[in-house]
């Protein structure tokens, strides 16, 4: 028999997986018993499905079940007898993770996916077989712009998803999207290029990124359609990173119209413009609008691309295409280095995204990441009405919600926290803080289920207004 305690922080889904994990430690539950199925076990105690998947698949991960498909889950052999009688997670550990984890009933995370929804089976077979095919690989230092069958895949993928024409030999592969804008400060000061146009608000890490090159920081306003030209143009730089398909913090939308005079813009200074973008496979109830790179190839666009929003954040894998006016300095300044990427990572991924599993998965996720934005949408708009301002619907992975109240942001995210609702600051992403109206929180939904959405909504509205 299993129980649920209401009083304690400690998530539902962690108290039944340390009893059941107990359980098997000390074999009362015998190894090949088949568990109750989740919608048994759930009827049973009351609770959320998706609760009881949650402890399952992290009790799975961890070797105490193996599953049958279209079956169930049952327990795996152990040998019991090397565990002591009294085993237990040491309690300076369990209150180590409960820091961490439980901290917060409702953690509106940016960043973090949904686990049930990554292909860790798929991708765990497919890395098997190129460990097992890819030996001359595996003991090799990889060429300094990644491995070419996998920059072939990302260039049909480019072309096909957001329009992106290039050839192979313009794309890098990279450790993530820092090491990438790291990289391209090396190739802009070869420019003579020490300044950059950068949103304000606008990505803080990629701001930091800048600063610690030595680059001086041009801060431009967004406007609803997103950087605004004229403050860009007056600036004097001849370079900028903007975040069009979905702008950071704000949420807008860069217009067919702005993008075309940010291109202008460019051709007419011949500056470089690094486009990030980081979500743009999430998009929904309206349509895709092309990549400025895409539009326009005469334009010094220097393109970043990623597969941490839509597979798995944990790969480091991000790629830049490079305009052809930087890429004979890259080739003179990179040619003795090796990529930064596990060639192990870069041929799974060739395989997964030649495979179509990555087409497949993206049309899976889009759907699934619809349903938590729009109940997300619908939970705010039902529980506060005209007392907040959504920005940033229809896109991405979080949205801003500016509160109608005396509340400052600092009150707004210690109130929530009381109440066991994480929510995050914009304020980190300003360079020019007293421009900000200090009344905005940033809510990230994609590691959340809807039923958690919903409860930490309404526990928003109570920590907010009464």
């Not at 098997?128 to 001359?136: L, V």
């Not at 090396?186 to 990505?203: C, H, M, V, W």
């Given at each position: ?397 979080f949205i801003t919600v500016k509160v109608n109240s005396k509340l400052l942001e600092t009150q707004l995210i210690n109130r929530a926290a009381e109440l066991g609702v994480r929510v995050y600051p914009v304020s980190d992403h300003w360079e020019r803080l007293e421009q900000y109206d200090g009344k905005t929180v940033l809510l990230g939904y994609s590691s959340l289920d809807l039923d958690e959405i919903e409860q930490g909504v309404q526990l928003l509205r109570r920590a907010w207004f009464g």
């Amino acid at each position: 028999m299993l129980f649920i305690d209401t009083k304690t922080e400690c998530p539902i889904y962690e108290q039944i997986y340390r009893q059941i994990r107990d359980k098997i430690m000390s074999s009362e539950w015998k190894s090949n018993m088949k568990l109750p199925s989740s919608r048994q076990l759930a009827s049973e105690l009351q609770i959320s499905r998706n609760t009881i998947e949650q402890a399952y698949q992290q009790l799975y991960a961890e070797g105490y079940l193996f599953s049958k498909p279209r079956i169930g889950y049952y327990v795996e052999k152990l040998n019991n007898t090397l565990i002591s009688p009294h085993f237990a997670i040491p309690t300076s550990e369990i209150i180590a993770q409960d820091t961490i984890k439980d901290q917060y009933r409702y953690n509106f995370r940016y960043g973090k996916l949904d686990y049930r929804y990554v292909p860790f089976k798929i991708w765990k077979n497919l890395m098997m077989q190129c460990f097992g095919e890819e030996m001359d690989g595996l003991v090799s230092y990889s060429g300094h712009q990644g491995d070419v069958r996998l920059r072939e895949q990302i260039t049909k993928y480019a072309a096909e998803y957001r329009g992106v024409k290039c050839d192979p030999e313009q794309i890098v592969v990279g450790a993530g999207t820092l090491y990438c804008l790291g990289l391209l400060c090396n190739l802009l000061r070869k420019q003579a290029t020490r300044s950059i146009g950068f949103e304000d608000p606008g990505y803080g890490k990629a701001r930091t990124a800048f600063k610690n090159a030595g680059f001086k920081i041009c801060p431009i306003n967004v406007d609803k359609d997103g950087i605004n030209i004229k403050e860009l143009d007056a600036s004097g730089t001849t370079a900028v990173y903007v975040t069009p398909s979905h702008q950071f913090p704000t949420g807008a939308i860069m217009s067919i119209s702005k993008r075309l005079q940010l291109l202008e813009w460019a051709n007419r200074k011949q500056a470089i413009i690094i486009e990030d973008d980081y979500s743009c496979h999430f998009r929904y109830n309206v349509r895709p609008i092309p990549s400025l790179q895409g539009i326009n190839q005469t334009a010094n666009v220097a393109y970043l691309g990623n597969f941490s929003k839509s597979l798995l954040p944990s790969l480091r894998l991000s790629f830049i295409v490079l305009p052809l006016s930087l890429l004979d300095s890259y080739k003179t300044i990179y040619q003795k280095y090796n990529t930064t990427v596990p060639y192990l990572f870069q041929r799974t991924l060739e395989r997964f995204m030649r495979d179509g599993y990555l087409d497949r998965h993206l049309r899976r996720v889009l759907q699934v990441y619809k349903k938590k934005h729009d109940c997300l949408v619908q939970s705010l708009n039902r529980e506060f009405g005209d007392k907040i301002k959504i920005n940033g619907r229809n896109a991405g992975l979080f949205i801003t919600v500016k509160v109608n109240s005396k509340l400052l942001e600092t009150q707004l995210i210690n109130r929530a926290a009381e109440l066991g609702v994480r929510v995050y600051p914009v304020s980190d992403h300003w360079e020019r803080l007293e421009q900000y109206d200090g009344k905005t929180v940033l809510l990230g939904y994609s590691s959340l289920d809807l039923d958690e959405i919903e409860q930490g909504v309404q526990l928003l509205r109570r920590a907010w207004f009464g």
